[in-house]
Protein backbone atom coordinates (compact mmCIF):
# COMPACT_ATOMS: atom_id res chain seq x y z
CA UNK A 1 0.00 0.00 0.00
CA UNK A 2 1.29 3.02 -0.64
CA UNK A 3 2.70 5.11 2.55
CA UNK A 4 1.23 8.46 1.03
CA UNK A 5 -2.56 6.96 1.10
CA UNK A 6 -2.21 5.95 4.31
CA UNK A 7 -1.35 9.12 5.68
CA UNK A 8 -4.13 10.89 3.38
CA UNK A 9 -6.53 8.32 5.38
CA UNK A 10 -5.12 9.69 8.81
CA UNK A 11 -5.00 13.25 7.56
CA UNK A 12 -8.91 12.33 6.55
CA UNK A 13 -9.68 10.96 9.11
CA UNK A 14 -8.44 13.95 11.53
CA UNK A 15 -10.41 16.32 9.40
CA UNK A 16 -13.55 14.43 10.18
CA UNK A 17 -13.17 14.37 14.13
CA UNK A 18 -11.91 18.40 14.02
CA UNK A 19 -14.09 19.73 11.34
CA UNK A 20 -17.03 17.91 12.20
CA UNK A 21 -17.26 15.61 15.10
CA UNK A 22 -15.55 17.43 17.74
CA UNK A 23 -17.45 20.45 17.14
CA UNK A 24 -20.91 18.90 16.74
CA UNK A 25 -20.55 16.95 19.96
CA UNK A 26 -18.77 20.33 21.74
CA UNK A 27 -22.78 22.11 20.72
CA UNK A 28 -24.20 19.15 21.42
CA UNK A 29 -22.94 18.81 25.20
CA UNK A 30 -22.99 22.52 25.50
CA UNK A 31 -26.85 22.79 24.71
CA UNK A 32 -27.25 20.13 27.56
CA UNK A 33 -26.09 23.05 30.59
CA UNK A 34 -27.51 26.41 31.16
CA UNK A 35 -24.18 27.60 31.59
CA UNK A 36 -20.12 26.82 31.41
CA UNK A 37 -16.97 28.58 31.76
CA UNK A 38 -14.79 25.86 30.23
CA UNK A 39 -16.10 23.16 27.91
CA UNK A 40 -13.21 20.50 26.57
CA UNK A 41 -14.82 17.16 24.44
CA UNK A 42 -12.20 14.68 23.91
CA UNK A 43 -13.20 11.35 21.07
CA UNK A 44 -11.58 8.32 21.19
CA UNK A 45 -12.95 5.94 17.60
CA UNK A 46 -11.71 5.10 14.38
CA UNK A 47 -12.89 6.23 11.08
CA UNK A 48 -15.18 3.73 10.66
CA UNK A 49 -16.76 3.68 13.58
CA UNK A 50 -17.26 7.68 13.30
CA UNK A 51 -19.15 6.82 9.72
CA UNK A 52 -21.13 5.15 11.65
CA UNK A 53 -22.18 7.42 14.03
CA UNK A 54 -20.46 4.76 16.67
CA UNK A 55 -17.75 6.57 19.34
CA UNK A 56 -16.65 4.19 22.17
CA UNK A 57 -15.16 6.70 24.23
CA UNK A 58 -15.77 9.97 25.14
CA UNK A 59 -14.37 11.96 27.74
CA UNK A 60 -15.67 15.64 28.94
CA UNK A 61 -14.51 18.18 31.00
CA UNK A 62 -16.25 21.20 32.33
CA UNK A 63 -15.87 23.86 34.94
CA UNK A 64 -18.49 26.20 36.51
CA UNK A 65 -21.42 24.29 35.42
CA UNK A 66 -24.91 24.84 35.42
CA UNK A 67 -27.57 22.30 34.85
CA UNK A 68 -31.51 22.52 35.52
CA UNK A 69 -30.10 25.81 38.08
CA UNK A 70 -28.00 23.50 39.69
CA UNK A 71 -23.97 24.57 39.81
CA UNK A 72 -20.78 22.24 39.76
CA UNK A 73 -17.74 23.86 40.31
CA UNK A 74 -15.83 20.84 38.05
CA UNK A 75 -17.36 18.01 36.14
CA UNK A 76 -15.09 15.21 34.46
CA UNK A 77 -17.22 12.60 32.53
CA UNK A 78 -16.30 9.40 30.29
CA UNK A 79 -19.41 7.80 28.08
CA UNK A 80 -18.99 4.37 26.41
CA UNK A 81 -20.75 3.15 23.54
CA UNK A 82 -22.36 6.85 22.28
CA UNK A 83 -24.43 6.00 19.01
CA UNK A 84 -25.32 9.15 17.16
CA UNK A 85 -27.15 10.26 14.04
CA UNK A 86 -23.84 11.66 12.81
CA UNK A 87 -24.54 11.27 8.37
CA UNK A 88 -27.61 13.77 9.64
CA UNK A 89 -25.37 15.89 11.55
CA UNK A 90 -22.32 16.40 8.48
CA UNK A 91 -25.88 17.68 6.54
CA UNK A 92 -25.96 20.21 8.66
CA UNK A 93 -29.06 18.40 11.77
CA UNK A 94 -28.41 19.12 15.36
CA UNK A 95 -26.48 15.62 16.89
CA UNK A 96 -28.77 13.60 18.38
CA UNK A 97 -28.33 10.84 21.29
CA UNK A 98 -29.77 7.72 19.28
CA UNK A 99 -29.68 5.06 22.42
CA UNK A 100 -28.89 4.98 26.21
CA UNK A 101 -25.16 5.81 26.80
CA UNK A 102 -23.26 4.85 30.24
CA UNK A 103 -21.51 7.99 31.95
CA UNK A 104 -18.99 7.43 34.38
CA UNK A 105 -17.09 10.30 36.60
CA UNK A 106 -16.70 12.80 39.12
CA UNK A 107 -18.52 16.22 40.28
CA UNK A 108 -17.56 18.49 42.96
CA UNK A 109 -19.90 20.92 44.34
CA UNK A 110 -19.02 23.52 46.69
CA UNK A 111 -21.07 25.56 49.08
CA UNK A 112 -20.77 28.58 47.03
CA UNK A 113 -22.36 25.93 44.21
CA UNK A 114 -25.03 24.30 46.50
CA UNK A 115 -25.84 28.40 47.92
CA UNK A 116 -26.54 29.38 44.18
CA UNK A 117 -28.71 26.52 43.47
CA UNK A 118 -30.96 27.18 46.17
CA UNK A 119 -31.85 30.26 43.85
CA UNK A 120 -33.02 27.22 41.66
CA UNK A 121 -37.43 25.73 41.98
CA UNK A 122 -35.57 21.87 41.68
CA UNK A 123 -33.20 22.30 44.57
CA UNK A 124 -35.54 24.44 47.24
CA UNK A 125 -38.62 21.96 46.34
CA UNK A 126 -36.23 19.17 46.69
CA UNK A 127 -35.07 20.48 50.20
CA UNK A 128 -39.12 21.26 51.36
CA UNK A 129 -40.29 17.88 50.20
CA UNK A 130 -37.53 16.42 51.75
CA UNK A 131 -38.15 18.28 55.81
CA UNK A 132 -41.78 17.32 55.24
CA UNK A 133 -40.80 13.17 54.90
CA UNK A 134 -38.49 14.20 57.54
CA UNK A 135 -40.44 15.84 60.23
CA UNK A 136 -44.34 14.54 58.93
CA UNK A 137 -45.64 15.41 62.51
CA UNK A 138 -44.48 18.77 62.61
CA UNK A 139 -47.33 21.45 62.15
CA UNK A 140 -44.31 24.08 62.86
CA UNK A 141 -42.61 23.40 59.22
CA UNK A 142 -45.72 23.06 57.09
CA UNK A 143 -46.17 25.89 54.52
CA UNK A 144 -43.55 27.72 52.17
CA UNK A 145 -40.15 27.70 53.05
CA UNK A 146 -37.47 30.52 51.77
CA UNK A 147 -33.80 28.03 51.85
CA UNK A 148 -31.09 30.76 52.28
CA UNK A 149 -27.94 28.54 53.06
CA UNK A 150 -26.10 25.54 52.88
CA UNK A 151 -23.38 24.96 54.74
CA UNK A 152 -20.30 21.55 54.33
CA UNK A 153 -18.26 20.28 57.11
CA UNK A 154 -16.49 16.88 56.98
CA UNK A 155 -19.36 14.28 57.25
CA UNK A 156 -22.03 17.28 58.22
CA UNK A 157 -24.80 19.14 56.30
CA UNK A 158 -26.50 22.25 57.67
CA UNK A 159 -29.21 24.41 55.94
CA UNK A 160 -30.88 27.22 56.95
CA UNK A 161 -34.37 28.57 55.82
CA UNK A 162 -37.30 30.80 56.69
CA UNK A 163 -40.48 29.97 56.97
CA UNK A 164 -42.86 32.88 55.97
CA UNK A 165 -46.72 32.75 56.83
CA UNK A 166 -48.92 35.99 57.13
CA UNK A 167 -47.85 36.76 60.55
CA UNK A 168 -44.24 36.33 61.32
CA UNK A 169 -41.12 34.82 59.82
CA UNK A 170 -39.35 31.70 61.67
CA UNK A 171 -35.68 30.59 60.98
CA UNK A 172 -35.50 26.25 60.59
CA UNK A 173 -32.31 24.65 60.70
CA UNK A 174 -31.28 21.17 59.56
CA UNK A 175 -28.14 19.29 60.02
CA UNK A 176 -27.66 15.74 59.30
CA UNK A 177 -24.94 13.62 57.86
CA UNK A 178 -24.84 12.05 54.83
CA UNK A 179 -23.71 9.07 53.36
CA UNK A 180 -24.10 6.34 50.90
CA UNK A 181 -26.94 3.78 51.41
CA UNK A 182 -26.38 1.70 47.90
CA UNK A 183 -25.32 3.08 44.50
CA UNK A 184 -29.09 4.62 43.84
CA UNK A 185 -29.98 5.76 47.44
CA UNK A 186 -28.53 8.59 50.24
CA UNK A 187 -28.99 8.51 53.26
CA UNK A 188 -29.04 11.41 55.70
CA UNK A 189 -28.25 10.18 59.17
CA UNK A 190 -28.84 11.73 62.56
CA UNK A 191 -30.70 14.16 61.23
CA UNK A 192 -31.82 17.09 64.12
CA UNK A 193 -34.40 20.44 63.70
CA UNK A 194 -34.17 23.14 64.85
CA UNK A 195 -37.29 26.15 64.67
CA UNK A 196 -35.72 29.35 65.61
CA UNK A 197 -32.74 30.10 67.16
CA UNK A 198 -33.62 29.76 70.99
CA UNK A 199 -35.71 25.99 70.50
CA UNK A 200 -33.88 22.82 71.55
CA UNK A 201 -32.89 20.91 68.63
CA UNK A 202 -35.58 17.51 67.68
CA UNK A 203 -34.00 14.71 66.56
CA UNK A 204 -35.09 13.03 63.70
CA UNK A 205 -35.09 9.76 62.23
CA UNK A 206 -32.59 8.48 59.52
CA UNK A 207 -33.93 8.63 56.04
CA UNK A 208 -33.25 7.61 52.52
CA UNK A 209 -32.94 9.34 49.50
CA UNK A 210 -34.05 7.49 46.35
CA UNK A 211 -31.84 8.65 43.08
CA UNK A 212 -33.41 6.72 40.71
CA UNK A 213 -32.48 3.61 38.99
CA UNK A 214 -30.28 5.29 36.31
CA UNK A 215 -27.84 6.54 39.15
CA UNK A 216 -24.95 4.10 40.42
CA UNK A 217 -22.87 6.38 42.90
CA UNK A 218 -19.43 4.55 43.60
CA UNK A 219 -18.35 7.26 46.59
CA UNK A 220 -19.62 10.08 48.26
CA UNK A 221 -17.26 12.65 50.74
CA UNK A 222 -18.44 15.75 52.84
CA UNK A 223 -15.52 17.37 52.93
CA UNK A 224 -14.80 21.22 54.76
CA UNK A 225 -16.80 23.41 51.88
CA UNK A 226 -17.32 20.78 48.93
CA UNK A 227 -19.08 17.50 48.42
CA UNK A 228 -17.16 15.24 46.04
CA UNK A 229 -19.07 12.38 44.01
CA UNK A 230 -17.78 9.69 41.95
CA UNK A 231 -20.08 6.89 39.75
CA UNK A 232 -22.31 6.57 36.77
CA UNK A 233 -25.37 7.48 35.57
CA UNK A 234 -27.32 5.74 32.39
CA UNK A 235 -27.82 9.02 30.14
CA UNK A 236 -31.17 8.52 28.07
CA UNK A 237 -31.64 9.71 24.44
Known amino acids: MNPNNLEQDKTAKHRLISKVLSPALW???RSQVEQVSHLEVQIASSDRQILSGSIPRLSIFADRVVYKGLHFA???L???????????AMRGQPLQLLEPMDVSGE???QEM???ASLKSDLLSSALTELLSKLAPNNNAVRGQIDWTKIAIAPELLLLQGNLVNSSHTTTITLKCGLQLSSGR????TQPQLQISSN????QLEDHAIDLGSYVNLKELTLQSG?????GSITVMP
Open 27 to 29: LFV
Open 74 to 76: KIC
Open 78 to 88: MGEGMQTNLRQ
Open 107 to 109: ATL
Open 113 to 115: DLN
Open 185 to 188: ELLL
Open 199 to 202: SLWE
Open 226 to 230: QIVCR
